[in-house]
């Protein structure tokens, strides 16, 4: 290996004079055997085309099990690479080797398209799907008021632009054969008879493979599963196989980048392929904006991306993922291109072998033959891929947009009962002639190009589509005039300016119109039109086509008034995002009946699918059966929408009107339907509104009935205490006449106590219950605090001189008078002050009563030497029922007195806590507010008070 | 809003992989310079553009569904 390659760097260095000797004899005269033999790559050919069939097989099989393979963002993101078609395989190849870096744009430009997807192609798929739109002349024509004319245009201009593409599929699959079974060295024998044709055979096989995969049934969504997990397979398999030829190429053939590179530095030529600044000439950046651009509107425009990319997406949330992944798969098949263009040229000589080639003629020269198959089927895979999405993308057009219209106008047809198999034979039918025409193109000037100039011309043709699709998804006053006016004058001038030349160029036309110009008028020659001549072939078209047709598109919409057709769809479809399915306006009026729908339905989708499409509608619209569905406006909409699917929208537009009688709409009522629609949406909106409020009142009701569950067991629980004692005492004394008398002087003594305690509960209850409700009575007047506090502390000092416990205040000596009820305001100190009376220790108790006046109000805080109150317990103190200690230790009392003292004071505007922060013992403080409330607050604020606390 | 927010970023992404794909900025590359064996014209380019899907995954991925 290393000897070999030293060798012939050895020529290369000193032979680089000898470009001149055919590749085959050169390569040749370093390896003997470099051919392999036409039966294995024909057998390898064929064993990949049926693991491709096994692929869909398997896919369509599981997503008839409902486990669908193709539904996450990696296999959507694989699909999208069906871009890179064996233009890209072998084609870069060919262009880096003349350009440089000139191969790059043509990916550069999809990536500048992915950034935007989210925003762009998520509204696309949307609309899409949301219309039921299966192609990009339906997406037109239903955007222009579901023209049929419009549709066939758009299908003709994809027909005419497409089919050298897939020409230049063929050509790049019988070209590699050629050269892996010619024997190097050998004349060429030049083409046999067309029936001994392996490329024949090539189009017809991937002819069967799509009409499998491709038109197995009639689907009112055209989703083809099957395909698309083949399309992604294909993906992974070019794409590792030509990474594999690089490696090869950087690694095995040479010593790595560094070496590849520096060797390719040291030859004139090649260096300034890698640096064309140094070239001399300059780098023609207005082509490379053009190519860019170009390329940035194909990967959305071409019919095969359309279909991978919106009908066949099955979530929007997967563009996030598949917007990036895709532009790292071209960077990925990309990074390998220029080692490889390079590489051949310093194997070879500059000129020496066709540099389209170079992927498989490498491998094979240096005599591996297992990676030249390799890389043969890598470049089989990137052309089936491409051939076959572009075959259903365009039979479907050609079906529902070229065939039904003419069909619809014949009287038999109408006549005809279930047209299913009908249909699928007419897309049949289009495949194979799709293919057999891109066969015969390929046949008759398939010599004449180097395979990137095909495909540019192709993408030249479906740029042509831009306008007219951004336009109207973007634009509500883009019109059917415009569109059409737009499209005909860019493709016009396509033909004329790129066509044309390519055709003349390719030589079976004898003339000298490009270069002079038709009847030999200067001005028009088709490559410098009107004397424009600093630009390149391809700019200088780009240019004048999408200038007449952005410029018809605008100025024809903005001349004519739209019919009312158009503006509903331009609504539609610029808004698609603002509007959810039930509030969406349906622009019709008129009479329908169910059962000539139901007809009409199945004459397109099969009897059985349209029983159950009706079934499902009427079960989603609440009627009991299909026969009893309301046929209305949104039936009638609904049906056209599924037909579409099937035929197309313009076509299902003429069906659907032929079955029911309608009225014609005009401006005024387009307006009033959408004027009812956005009322429709914001009494929907406020309707949302009140439900939400509503809920929100309802669980609020909910909690405070809780609450009160809560607080009723807790009541009838602490009444049930003391009358359990009662009732237990009373029958003793009832049962025992007997019992020594001060026994029951004792018992009695508890029975009285327990009804005190019985008495107080039931009267904080119903005194908690007034102020909570607002039926309180207060008595307010002017208070002096100090007065009211020195006698509470009066009232106290006999309870607290019993448990041993001294009373400490500290009162200022006046302070301003306070607004409130002084009954009320000595209730609260009494309940602070026994409590604290309740916890001080039985030695040494302490309890301290403070008085501070501030400038907001006054602070009262009782202070007891006890254990005080657990940090949990801070919060739970307050609330009813809630006593401090646990259920075994509870003291005497009703739970009640601190929730009341706390609704007492804030009635009158303060607050109380207990003080977290105290060394020893509890500290209860409350504030009252000098200018406290006014007046009692009328009931019903007041409530509205409480339960915003609740 | 925070949709709004993602569009507004994908747009100045957009913006920036404009400027750097096209003249002037390309023509900063455009030198006979080597840089880890590699030539710098296509290394930058290829570079940028790993950069821009870098920067086009990270935007993404970190939006909420």
């Known amino acids: 290996m290393g000897s070999r390659k030293l060798a012939f760097i050895g020529r290369e260095a000193g032979g680089r004079h000898l470009p001149e000797l055919p590749f085959g004899r050169t390569a040749a005269a370093r390896r003997g055997l470099t051919m392999l033999s036409p039966a294995l790559v024909l057998g390898a050919s064929l064993a990949y085309l049926l693991l491709l069939f096994v692929v869909a097989w398997w896919a369509d099989a599981r997503s008839q099990q409902g486990r669908s393979v193709i539904g996450n963002a990696w296999v959507y993101a694989l699909s999208m690479a069906v871009y890179c078609t064996a233009w890209t395989y072998f084609g870069s190849v060919g262009r880096a080797a003349s350009g440089g870096v000139w191969f790059l744009p043509i990916y550069l430009g999809p990536t500048l398209a992915m950034v935007l997807a989210w925003t762009v192609l998520r509204k696309m798929i949307r609309i899409a799907h949301t219309y039921r739109i299966t192609s990009i002349a339906d997406f037109m024509a239903s955007r222009y008021g579901k023209s049929p004319l419009l549709a066939g245009l758009v299908t003709l201009i994809t027909v005419v632009g497409i089919v050298p593409y897939i020409a230049l599929q063929l050509k790049a699959v019988s070209s590699g054969y050629a050269l892996l079974t010619t024997p190097l060295g050998a004349p060429s024998t030049g083409r046999g008879s067309w029936w001994l044709d392996g490329t024949l055979y090539v189009a017809l096989a991937l002819a069967g493979f799509t009409m499998i ?38 690694w095995g053939l040479f010593g790595g980048p560094g070496d590849l590179f520096a060797r390719a530095m040291a030859v004139p030529e090649l260096k300034a392929l890698l640096s064309p600044a140094q070239q001399g000439t300059r780098f023609a950046y207005a082509q490379w904006f053009a190519l860019t651009m170009l390329s940035m509107l194909s990967v959305i425009f071409l019919p095969r991306q359309f279909q991978v990319m919106v ?64 890389a043969f089927v890598g470049g089989l895979s990137a052309a089936t891929g491409m051939i076959i999405v572009e075959a259903i993308a365009v039979s479907t057009m050609v079906c529902n947009d070229l065939v039904m219209p003419m069909l619809l106008r014949l009287r038999r047809f109408s006549q005809r009962g279930d047209v299913t198999g009908l249909l699928l034979a007419i897309r049949r039918a289009a495949i194979v002639g799709v293919l057999l025409l891109g066969y015969l193109y390929f046949h008759l000037a398939g010599e004449a190009y180097a395979l990137v100039s095909i495909g540019l011309i192709s993408f030249a043709a479906v740029a042509q589509f831009a306008p007219a699709m951004l336009g109207g998804m973007y634009w509500k006053g883009g019109a059917r005039a415009g569109a059409l006016a737009g499209l005909l004058a860019g493709f016009a001038l396509w033909v004329y300016t790129l066509m044309l030349p390519s055709i003349a160029k390719s ?59 158009e503006t509903s769809q331009a609504l539609l479809f610029v808004d698609v995002f603002d509007r959810t399915q039930a509030s969406r306006p349906v622009f019709w009026r008129g009479r329908a009946k169910v059962g000539d729908l139901l007809a009409l339905t199945g004459r397109f989708l099969g009897e059985a699918r349209a029983a159950k499409l009706f079934d499902d509608y009427a079960r989603a619209r609440g009627a009991p059966d299909a026969s009893r569905i309301e046929p209305d406006a949104r039936l009638v909409q609904f049906v056209e929408t599924e037909l579409a699917g099937a035929i197309g929208s313009a076509s299902a537009r003429v069906m659907v009107a032929s079955v029911v009688e309608e009225d014609k709409l005009d401006m005024d009522d387009v307006l009033r339907i959408l004027d009812e629609a956005s009322q429709l949406r914001a009494y929907s909106k406020a309707l949302e509104n009140a439900t939400a409020e509503l809920r929100a009142a309802n669980q609020r009701l909910e909690s405070l009935d809780r609450l009160k569950d809560d607080f009723m067991s807790s009541v009838t629980h602490e009444l049930r205490t003391p009358l359990t004692s009662i009732r237990a005492l009373a029958e003793l004394m009832v049962d025992d006449p007997d019992m020594p008398a001060g026994q029951r002087q004792q018992f009695l003594g508890i029975v009285v106590g327990e009804t005190e305690r019985l008495t107080r509960l039931v009267n904080q209850v119903l005194d908690m219950a007034k102020i909570e409700s607002g039926h309180a009575e207060w008595h307010n007047s002017e208070v002096d605090l100090v007065a009211l506090l020195k006698q509470a502390g009066e009232t106290v000092h006999e309870l607290l001189r019993e448990r041993g416990a001294e009373l400490v205040m500290q009162l200022p000596a006046r302070v301003p008078m306070l607004r409130a009820d002084p009954d009320r305001l000595m209730q609260v100190l009494m309940n602070l002050l026994s409590n604290a009376a309740k916890f001080v220790p039985a030695q040494g108790g302490r309890v301290e009563l403070r008085l501070y006046a501030g400038a907001e109000g006054a602070t009262v805080e009782v202070q007891d030497n006890g254990d005080g109150v657990p940090a949990a317990q801070h919060a739970l103190i307050f609330e009813k029922f809630r006593q401090g200690g646990d259920a075994w230790n509870r003291p005497q009392g009703t739970g009640l007195g601190l929730p009341i003292c706390r609704q007492i004071v804030e009635h009158f505007g303060g607050r109380m806590e207990l003080r977290p922060d105290t060394g020893q013992g509890a500290c209860f403080v409350f504030t009252l507010p000098w200018n406290s409330r006014p007046e009692p607050a009328p009931p019903g604020a007041s409530m509205a008070a409480d339960g915003d606390r609740a | 809003m925070r949709s709004g927010l993602l569009r507004q970023r994908l747009l100045g992404l957009f913006a920036l992989g404009l400027l750097l794909f096209n003249f002037p900025l390309m023509a900063v590359w455009d030198r006979d310079v080597l840089l880890f064996g590699l030539p710098l014209f296509p290394s930058a380019l290829f570079f940028a553009w790993a950069l821009l899907i870098a920067a086009l995954a990270w935007l993404l991925e970190r939006a909420p569904d």
């Open chain 1, 213 to 250: 995969f491709g038109t197995r049934h009639l689907d009112s969504t055209e989703r083809h599963e099957g395909m698309v997990a083949a399309i992604a397979f294909e993906s992974v398999v070019k794409l590792v196989a030509f990474v594999a030829v690089g490696v090869f190429v950087t």
């Open chain 1, 311 to 374: 009908i066949e997406n099955v979530d929007e949330q997967h563009l996030k993922r598949a917007a990036w992944v895709f532009p790292a798969y071209l960077l990925a098949i990309n990074v390998f291109v220029l080692p490889i263009a390079l590489g051949g040229l310093l194997y070879f000589g500059a000129g020496a072998a066709n540099a389209d080639t170079f992927v498989l003629s490498l491998p094979l020269a240096a005599g591996h033959n297992g990676l030249a198959l390799v």
């Open chain 1, 507 to 565: 030589g079976w036309w004898q003339t000298d119109f490009v270069a002079r110009g038709p009847f030999g008028i200067e001005l028009l020659r088709p490559e410098q039109l009107l004397g424009l001549t600093s630009l390149d072939y391809l700019t200088h078209s780009l240019f004048w086509s999408l200038l007449a047709n952005v410029g018809l598109y605008v100025m024809v919409s903005l001349l004519r008034t739209p019919k009312a057709r």
